[in-house]
């Protein structure tokens, strides 16, 4: 079982560029969550999918965060444009429920954004 | 309202001792919770988990206790290792008002292992 992969796994880039966060869940899977990890906030949710179609966005910032779910094996998180306060480690995760209520979420590496 | 926090934000044990991690959870209506361990530069892994139909799970010299009188979670590892040293955050599900659900966690708990 090769886990959930991310990718990139540092990402430095300049205020204002656009950055895409990628994720390959477990197969088989059909969950998929994004978290953002910052020393201020914790882990949050940001967005998840169950088979594909995006359940509860409402933690995405704002509408310079965008995320899509294209099949079942691949998902990205695109901040379009990047600022400074979007630095953070970006968590992918899945699980083989229909919701966080019904089994544990495997979590990736992440991804550690730093925006200049 | 959403609020998973912890006791103690860090811990210090010497190997070999049994270590205790405590959390609170404000939802009376969260039905399922789970321990994590983070890891410096890793994602958070899965220890164990607990329904709010149990008061105790056991695991791999890890038990989760829950009272769901005093709404508190902890996690209980014997005989404590320098590996185990890590980040360690509870995490309860929550339903939203939009009727989706989500795994609210708590701010975490460093537990360090000394030899």
């Known amino acids: 079982d090769a886990g959930v992969i991310q990718s990139p796994r540092h990402e430095v880039t300049e205020m204002g560029q656009e950055v895409t966060l990628r994720c390959k869940p477990i197969?088989?899977?059909?969950?998929l969550f994004w978290y953002r990890q910052t020393m201020m906030r914790g882990l949050e949710l940001l967005i998840y999918f169950n088979n594909n179609v995006p359940i509860d966005d409402s933690g995405m910032p704002e509408d310079r965060f965008s995320a899509k779910m294209p099949n079942a094996s691949f998902s990205t998180l695109k901040i379009q444009p990047s600022e400074p306060r979007d630095s953070a480690v970006y968590f992918c995760?899945?699980?083989?429920?229909?919701?966080?209520?019904?089994?544990?979420?495997?979590f990736g590496n992440g991804t550690r954004l730093t925006v200049t | 309202g959403e609020s998973v926090g912890l006791h103690l934000p860090t811990l210090s044990v010497q190997e070999g001792d049994n270590s205790i991690i405590n959390c609170a959870y404000s939802?009376?209506?969260?039905?399922?919770f789970i321990w994590y361990k983070q890891e410096s530069g890793k994602g958070p892994q899965f220890i164990i988990d607990i329904r709010s139909n149990m008061d105790k799970r056991q695991g791999q010299r890890v038990t989760v206790l829950l009272n769901k009188t005093v709404k508190h979670l902890s996690l209980q590892i014997a005989a404590t290792q320098p590996g185990d040293s890590a980040v360690y955050f509870c995490a309860e599900n929550i339903s939203t008002q939009g009727g989706s659900e989500k795994l609210v966690f708590g701010k975490g708990t460093k537990l360090t292992v000394n030899p």
């Open positions: 197969s088989g899977h059909n969950s």
């Open positions: 939802n009376s209506a969260s039905d399922y």
């Open positions: 995760a899945s699980s083989s429920g229909t919701g966080v209520g019904s089994s544990p979420l495997h």
